[in-house]
């Protein structure tokens, strides 16, 4: 079966000579407009979408805001951006924020044709998950405590804290009332925004966010209210914000303790009437979108610092709901973890066989401080380390099973460790094992697991690299 694969050029050129290079696996269909794109990917739900952004007329606001919807499809595609060295503005931010692969100029359709070829599907691969049965309760499966479900997604717990809040705050989500969310980075603020816009009545409407923190403080009023040409240096021509663009949707503002005082003001204003005028235009704007906020720092303390607005706090703390960490979550970890190598088992076609406990005492000692974000990209890192179709606190960052964290984002505690006979808690000579095992497996898998690359890699012998991959049980 053929992928699907819509392409956006006006490069008649390119397309004719890419028509002929594509993989017989591939289905190329080439579209000349932009406004027909969303149609036809609505039509044919493609597996990758080509965009030639080498030269783009106006000021890339309509480029900008088809990657921006095409990002938000439940099964987004793999997108693939041509584009200039330097493009406007609102495009190369955008660019910047999807998840893209970008070829800049000088490129063409062997760039083009080869990159494609990287994702023509091998041959199936069984994905078979099965665990190694459990010796405790701690690994037994259950079903979860609470689950709030959505259109695309659902939020599993059995942390009584958490299942708590998600019941409260599956009631505010059906109603049409400004949510603050309130947790560390990586907590699942965007997730949950996200769920509670499936949940609610607009869930038919656009979902916008808006990542406050990652814009010049003067571009998030241009970003969120729109501007007017000649409003400031760059502003070339009129443009919607997102309380325009969202219509009866819900916007999402992350990262709100970045607004600044003038900013927090139309903020309140939108909040309380749903008006507010684009930036340099005296033109009065009615909002009909919902507001969800997001922070990962307490409100509170900056109010007392003059740093928040007192009445913008006190409208948001009416529906205020705290995420907590996920060291307050220990009994989801297991879950979570079960989850995401399923997962990532499937998304890389690596065959896991067996789940050896010893991986889940790492995870269970570990107080993650990157929170579900950390967790995923550690189970991702461990499944594409897996060779012998054996999971184990072998595949996984020598910090982690040391239990050495890096900054905790609020200083928090740490909880009691788990521990099983084999898990030997840390000393300094396991320390310097476990990070030059670490070494050694990671560049293994950078030279494609040729002992001699590696062995020239490390500045080592080949007797001593077999030596130490026989020392810490390494078998690639």
């Known amino acids: 079966m053929s992928l699907p694969t819509l ?22 269909h080439v579209v000349s407009e932009a406004a027909q794109l969303m149609t036809r990917v609505r039509e044919q739900a493609p597996a990758i979408v080509v965009f030639d952004f080498r030269t783009v007329l106006g000021g890339g606001h309509l480029e900008a805001r088809l990657l921006e ?12 951006v041509m584009a200039s060295g330097s493009g406007p503005e609102p495009l190369e931010r955008q660019i910047a924020c999807c998840e893209s692969v970008v070829l800049r100029e000088p490129v063409g359709v062997d760039d083009v044709a080869a990159l494609l070829e990287e994702y023509v599907p091998d041959e199936p691969v069984a994905v078979k998950v099965v665990e190694q049965a459990p010796q405790s309760d701690l690994f037994e499966d259950a079903d979860p405590d609470y689950v709030m479900t959505g259109l695309t997604r659902r939020f599993e717990t059995n942390c009584p804290r958490l299942r708590m809040m998600l019941a409260d705050l599956e ?3 059906r109603h049409d009332v400004t949510v603050l969310l309130i947790g560390e980075t990586g907590s699942g603020k965007t997730f949950l925004a996200r769920l509670i816009h499936e949940i609610s009545l607009r869930r038919n409407e656009p979902f916008l966010p808006v990542a406050c923190g990652a814009l010049p403080s003067d571009l998030i009023e241009s970003e969120m209210f729109g501007h007017v040409k000649g409003a400031f240096t760059s502003a070339h021509a009129d443009k919607d914000g997102k309380f325009v663009a969202a219509g009866r949707g819900t916007i999402l503002l992350d990262e709100i303790d970045v607004l600044g005082p ?9 909040m309380e009437s749903g008006q507010f005028e684009p930036v340099g235009s005296n033109r009065t704007v009615t ?12 409100l509170q303390p900056l109010v007392e610092q003059k740093k928040f607005r007192p009445d913008l706090y006190y409208r948001l703390n009416m529906m205020k709901f705290e ?9 989801d970890i297991v879950p979570l973890a079960k989850r995401f190598i399923r997962e990532q088992a499937a998304k890389h076609q690596i065959q896991v066989s067996r789940i050896d406990n010893s991986l889940y005492t790492a995870l269970l000692n570990y107080p993650w401080p990157g929170n579900v974000r950390e967790l995923e990209h550690v189970i991702q890192r461990a499944v594409i380390y897996c060779r012998d179709s054996v999971l184990s606190d072998r595949q996984l960052p020598g910090h982690i099973v040391a239990c050495q964290p890096g900054p905790s984002q609020e200083g928090g505690p ?9 898990f030997v808690r840390s000393s300094l000579g396991r320390q310097v094992a476990l990070s030059e095992r670490d070494i050694i497996e990671q560049t293994l898998f950078q030279n494609n697991h040729s002992r001699t690359n590696t062995a020239k890699a490390l500045g080592i012998s080949r007797v001593t690299l077999y030596n130490k991959m026989k020392k810490y049980g390494i078998t690639k």
């Open 7 to 28: 392409m956006l050029t006006h490069d008649a050129v390119l397309a004719e000579g890419l028509a002929g290079r594509v993989p017989q696996s591939l289905s190329l």
């Open 69 to 80: 919807e095409l990002g938000r499809l439940p099964s987004a595609p793999q997108l693939i």
């Open 171 to 173: 009631v505010a989500a």
């Open 262 to 270: 003038e900013q927090q003001v139309k903020l309140l204003r939108v």
């Open 287 to 298: 909002s009909e979108a919902r507001l969800i906020v997001a922070s990962n720092l307490d």
């Open 323 to 331: 995420i907590p960490p996920l060291r307050a979550r220990r009994p």
């Open 414 to 422: 740490q909880f009691e460790r788990f521990t099983e006979a084999d």
